[in-house]
Nanobody, 114 residues
Framework: QVQLVESGGGLVQPGGSLRLSCAAS????????MGWYRQAPGKQRELVGV???????NYADSVKGRFTISRDNAKNTVYLQMNSLKPEDTNVYYC????????WGQGTQVTVSS
């Protein structure tokens, strides 16, 4: 059974940082491209960024220079380091694993507020 479990969300002040983790099980993690998406209530889910199985990354313009995706294949985990957080970054953040098939985590809430 495939599971993607996000963690690390919470409440942070504007300008602060958070690191999200997504632990995968049930897949050969190193073969999968991993992505982070986010979704606010009433809005469409949007791509935050992706990391290929080779380690290349791409980011949405809205987070470039502030967010960094990395992966640890030994731990079957992908990370999203979020710096200089803004109120508009408030969302539920989801990770996804793609290699032909596509799997999603349950999401973790990030709230940026003073």
């Amino acid at each position: 059974q495939v599971q993607l479990v996000e963690s690390g969300g919470g409440l942070v002040q504007p300008g602060g940082s958070l690191r999200l983790s997504c632990a995968a099980s049930g897949i050969t993690f190193r073969l999968y491209a991993m992505g982070w998406y986010r979704q606010a209530p009433g809005k469409q889910r949007e791509l935050v960024g992706v990391i290929t199985r080779g380690g290349s990354t791409n980011y949405a313009d809205s987070v470039k220079g502030r967010f960094t995706i990395s992966r640890d294949n030994a731990k079957n985990t992908v990370y999203l380091q979020m710096n200089s957080l803004k109120p508009e970054d408030t969302n539920v953040y989801y990770c996804t694993a793609v290699c032909g098939s596509e799997y999603w985590g349950q999401g973790t809430q990030v709230t940026v507020s003073s």
